[in-house]
T-cell receptor
Framework: SQTIHQWPATLVQPVGSPLSLECTVE??????LYWYRQAAGRGLQLLFY??????ISSEVPQNLSASRPQDRQFILSSKKLLLSDSGFYLC??????????FGSGTRLTVV | GDSVTQMEGPVTLSEEAFLTINCTYT??????LFWYVQYPGEGLQLLLK?????DKGSNKGFEATYRKETTSFHLEKGSVQVSDSAVYFC????????????FGKGTMLLVSP
């Protein structure tokens, strides 16, 4: 079956610390993968998407970066977190029918 | 660029009331349209979708019709339940940009017994 795993579920990090969020998918190959962020009181914002290994498209210039070291692995990173990086981060992939499957999300609080 | 506008909430209803959440969009081309639901503390789940004009998506008693002439995709349900309390997101998918989704800001629905 096709599943998506995202971890950790919650994270509290101090300002200036690094970040690494991981997302992996199972049961598919060469998926399109996405990172979205939901900030408090705002909708979902597309951060990055990838259509293949090593390929990253960035939608919004910011303090974050993404990498895709393997076909089914998508990593969101930051070298130094800002308070404004707090939010709910969601990984997603697109199924053959064009629908999205979202991970369970990571709630990041930067303090 | 593409955009989605949905009514601001919260929408507060009593159980068994009729629900409408308005959604309009701006897009070039012919996007697919979606409604996603987010229950408290959880990620997003696809509720329904429509891929072309006049298509009606439906699931769990919810319906929405893709109206190209009014660029709308309003969500409706005839009789809401307490368990429908959640945040609802309207979204469109741009096939020309690798199916990236553009979301509305979300509408919180609160249903009381």
């Amino acid at each position: 079956s096709q599943t998506i795993h995202q971890w950790p579920a919650t994270l509290v990090q101090p300002v200036g610390s690094p970040l690494s969020l991981e997302c992996t998918v199972e049961g598919t190959s060469n998926p399109n993968l996405y990172w979205y962020r939901q900030a408090a009181g705002r909708g979902l914002q597309l951060l990055f998407y990838s259509v293949g290994i090593g390929q990253i498209s960035s939608e919004v210039p910011q303090n974050l970066s993404a990498s895709r070291p393997q076909d089914r692995q998508f990593i969101l990173s930051s070298k130094k977190l800002l308070l404004s990086d707090s939010g709910f981060y969601l990984c997603a992939w697109v199924t053959g029918s064009g629908g999205y499957t979202f991970g369970s999300g990571t709630r990041l609080t930067v303090v | 660029g593409d955009s989605v506008t949905q009514m601001e909430g919260p929408v507060t209803l009593s159980e068994e009331a009729f629900l409408t959440i308005n959604c309009t969009y701006t897009a070039t081309g012919y996007p697919s349209l979606f409604w996603y639901v987010q229950y408290p503390g959880e990620g997003l789940q696809l509720l329904l979708k429509a891929t072309k004009a006049d298509d009606k998506g439906s699931n769990k008693g919810f319906e929405a019709t893709y109206r190209k002439e009014t660029t709308s995709f309003h969500l409706e349900k005839g009789s809401v339940q307490v368990s429908d309390s959640a945040v609802y997101f309207c979204a469109l998918s741009d096939k020309s940009r690798y199916s990236t989704l553009t979301f509305g800001k979300g509408t919180m629905l609160l249903v009381s017994p």
